[in-house]
């Protein structure tokens, strides 16, 4: 037996027999007339142990399977055995979403934290290619990028139980509820926790008050780190995209950003967003210019993780597969040949977000919760009408024009109030005039 045939046995029996275990864990631990799934996974999770295990003593069986595979393969450009631990990944995130089920509370952690990771794991193995990125020739970029973050942090970390002054009540919720993990009274990631937020931000808050105590500085400093780690993706995306000096610039100028200083001393998620943004955006265009599978890879997991912070991280679909799409219609020959990644990013997105997705779509009240909360689209809007007597149409891009001058020309009004827009006057030049520089190059996908 050759060692393609060895791996491809290997892949099946391991993935399969880890399947029809934790397959047997969930469906034990759920009400005995919703077992259907998670037993109909561990059946599905024996057959393909079973298939390894003739892969494994019977060469013809082993010769039929990497014909079947050699077509999906080589257009991956992956062995037969990664090949069939992508599949094996999808399975494994639907397990996930059976063993945490929808309440507070998981049916099995165990079942659900495993298969969820496992899925994970063998998504990334099934799409990587070994020496696409070699990080040992290319460590000082990153070990710069980490020394921006660490120049960053103090400005975000320093005196966090008193500036802000007030420790204001949506920071007080999510450290309470971060407490109720600490104390296992809810523990589902994969559902919504306190706000319609997804569970899984509150290990943060909840794993910070464990180590530091019940204090202000121990609920708000995951979000300085957040807010430093920002600085060097944005420098590593700016250098990427444009140039190292580019990239040292816009860094030193987040650094100091006085808006994204304040949000990084808040113990809420909405900080972990321009993280979320600043890696895989800069991700996406290196994977889309350079046809580079790690990055696309990278991309993936930005865009599934993002998904468990603030909702406004629901744009950077739009952003990456949007921005991409229409850079192929410039590009249609590229486009073609960077399909493979385009289904890479997607893929490993969709294992990632899979288990949470399955609830919202059980439950889309939630999803829309965060989202209805700050619509200008219901009561706020039905007084506006009656106190101006304008039509909505009107009052909506009245809106929108006000957001757009808050970068660069009227102070922020709602509950951060500066007295100064976004942007100062010397950076708020420089903006404009890299809107014009990027406008000027409409077809570049760095524009785009």
């Given at each position: 037996?050759?060692?393609?045939?060895?791996?491809?046995?290997?892949?099946?029996?391991?993935?399969?027999?880890?399947?029809?275990?934790?397959?047997?864990?969930?469906?034990?631990?759920?009400?005995?007339?919703?077992?259907?799934?998670?037993?109909?996974?561990?059946?599905?999770?024996?057959?393909?142990?079973?298939?390894?295990?003739?892969?494994?003593?019977?060469?013809?069986?082993?010769?039929?399977?990497?014909?079947?595979?050699?077509?999906?393969?080589?257009?991956?450009?992956?062995?037969?055995?990664?090949?069939?631990?992508?599949?094996?990944?999808?399975?494994?995130?639907?397990?996930?979403?059976?063993?945490?089920?929808?309440?507070?509370?998981?049916?099995?952690?165990?079942?659900?934290?495993?298969?969820?990771?496992?899925?994970?794991?063998?998504?990334?193995?099934?799409?990587?290619?070994?020496?696409?990125?070699?990080?040992?020739?290319?460590?000082?970029?990153?070990?710069?990028?980490?020394?921006?973050?660490?120049?960053?942090?103090?400005?975000?970390?320093?005196?966090?139980?008193?500036?802000?002054?007030?420790?204001?009540?949506?920071?007080?919720?999510?450290?309470?509820?971060?407490?109720?993990?600490?104390?296992g009274k809810a523990n589902n990631i994969?559902?919504?926790?306190?706000?319609?937020?997804?569970?899984?931000?509150?290990?943060?808050?909840?794993?910070?008050?464990?180590?530091?105590?019940?204090?202000?500085?121990?609920?708000?400093?995951?979000?300085?780190?957040?807010?430093?780690?920002?600085?060097?993706?944005?420098?590593?995306?700016?250098?990427?995209?444009?140039?190292?000096?580019?990239?040292?610039?816009?860094?030193?100028?987040?650094?100091?950003?006085?808006?994204?200083?304040?949000?990084?001393?808040?113990?809420?998620?909405?900080?972990?967003?321009?993280?979320?943004?600043?890696?895989?955006?800069?991700?996406?265009?290196?994977?889309?210019?350079?046809e580079n599978r790690t990055a696309a890879?990278?991309?993936?997991?930005?865009?599934?993780?993002?998904?468990?912070?603030?909702?406004?991280?629901?744009?950077?679909?739009?952003?990456?597969?949007?921005?991409?799409?229409?850079?192929?219609?410039?590009?249609?020959?590229?486009?073609?040949?960077?399909?493979?990644n385009l289904m890479i990013m997607a893929?490993?997105?969709?294992?990632?977000?899979?288990?949470?997705?399955?609830?919202?779509?059980?439950?889309?009240?939630?999803?829309?919760?965060?989202?209805?909360?700050?619509?200008?689209?219901?009561?706020?809007?039905?007084?506006?009408?009656?106190?101006?007597?304008?039509?909505?149409?009107?009052?909506?891009?009245?809106?929108?024009?006000?957001?757009?001058?808050?970068?660069?020309?009227?102070?922020?009004?709602?509950?951060?109030?500066?007295?100064?827009?976004?942007?100062?006057?010397?950076?708020?030049?420089?903006?404009?005039?890299?809107?014009?520089?990027?406008?000027?190059?409409?077809?570049?996908?760095?524009?785009?």
């Open positions: 037996m050759s060692i393609s045939q060895r791996n491809l046995a290997t892949s099946m029996l391991t993935g399969g027999g880890l399947l029809a275990f934790l397959s047997q864990i969930t469906q034990i631990a759920r009400p005995l007339g919703e077992r259907i799934a998670p037993v109909s996974l561990m059946f599905l999770g024996m057959l393909i142990c079973l298939l390894g295990v003739l892969t494994s003593r019977n060469e013809k069986v082993s010769l039929w399977l990497e014909r079947v595979l050699r077509k999906p393969s080589q257009w991956l450009n992956a062995t037969p055995w990664q090949i069939v631990l992508i599949p094996l990944s999808l399975l494994f995130a639907i397990l996930a979403h059976y063993a945490a089920g929808d309440a507070e509370k998981m049916i099995s952690p165990l079942g659900a934290w495993a298969a969820w990771l496992i899925s994970i794991i063998l998504c990334f193995i099934g799409f990587w290619t070994p020496g696409d990125f070699d990080l040992r020739s290319r460590w000082k970029p990153f070990a710069f990028a980490l020394g921006l973050s660490l120049l960053a942090f103090p400005f975000r970390a320093i005196a966090t139980n008193t500036i802000p002054i007030i420790l204001n009540g949506d920071e007080a919720s999510a450290g309470i509820y971060g407490i109720s993990f600490m104390e994969f559902s919504v926790g306190w706000y319609a937020f997804p569970g899984l931000y509150f290990l943060i808050p909840a794993a910070s008050i464990s180590l530091l105590g019940h204090t202000t500085a121990a609920l708000r400093i995951p979000s300085a780190i957040a807010g430093a780690l920002t600085i060097g993706g944005v420098y590593l995306t700016g250098r990427t995209m444009f140039d190292k000096r580019t990239g040292l610039i816009a860094a030193l100028v987040l650094t100091g950003f006085h808006f994204h200083i304040h949000f990084s001393r808040i113990g809420l998620n909405n900080i972990w967003d321009g993280f979320f943004f600043a890696i895989t955006v800069g991700a996406a265009w290196y994977a889309w210019e350079k890879i990278l991309t993936g997991l930005g865009l599934g993780f993002s998904q468990y912070f603030y909702p406004s991280s629901r744009v950077l679909l739009i952003v990456v597969f949007g921005g991409l799409i229409i850079s192929g219609l410039f590009n249609f020959k590229h486009l073609k040949s960077s399909f493979s893929w490993t997105m969709i294992i990632i977000v899979l288990p949470l997705a399955w609830y919202y779509i059980k439950y889309p009240e939630q999803y829309l919760a965060p989202l209805e909360r700050v619509s200008i689209l219901g009561s706020w809007m039905e007084n506006e009408i009656q106190l101006t007597g304008l039509p909505a149409w009107q009052i909506l891009l009245k809106q929108m024009v006000l957001g757009i001058q808050a970068f660069t020309f009227i102070p922020l009004q709602h509950w951060y109030r500066p007295e100064v827009p976004f942007l100062r006057p010397l950076y708020a030049g420089v903006f404009i005039l890299g809107l014009v520089f990027l406008i000027s190059k409409p077809k570049e996908s760095k524009t785009i």
